[in-house]
């Protein structure tokens, strides 16, 4: 079964702490299977953002703070590191295209998720779609989504040795 990296933004800093707890129910439930995700929440007078790993979801399959690292890194933090440690991140970006994330998904993130928002990063597999649309109908979200396949998914894997 293929793995989706979605991407949930929320319009408040504490809104993808509230998402977590729809999602992790919905899991319970047996709606979705969650086998990463991260919590990037941002203050309205915060520099950068604060994050988080979902530890309580990750078991086998999880793809580690090696990945969230890298990725957060490259959405909020490359433009305020110097030319050289920019070059690695760059070189090391250029391997995630082929799992998927591509410059356009990094710009559209940094794009949306600013200070006083957050947002809630998950890599699912066998999502039952309108029961999940339906547990998130009240919740205020933007949803930017990545559909990884198997090949994509173990590719990104061998990219960050897990």
Known sequence: MASTLSVWKFETADGADE????LLDLQKQNLVTVVDAAVVSWDPDAKKPK???LN???G???LGGSF???LFGLIFFVPLLGAAIGAAAGALAG?????GIDDSFIKGVREKVTPGTSALFVMTTGVVVDRVADAFSDVKAHLIE??????EEAKLREVFGE
Request: charged residues 20%.
């Open 60 to 62: 086998a399959g999880a």
């Open 95 to 99: 391997s995630l295209v082929d799992v």
């Open 68 to 70: 969230w690292g890298l």
């Open 51 to 53: 994050t988080r790993q």
């Open 19 to 22: 998402a977590e707890k729809i």
């Open 146 to 151: 990545t559909n990884l396949s198997r090949d």
């Open 56 to 58: 309580s979801t990750t």
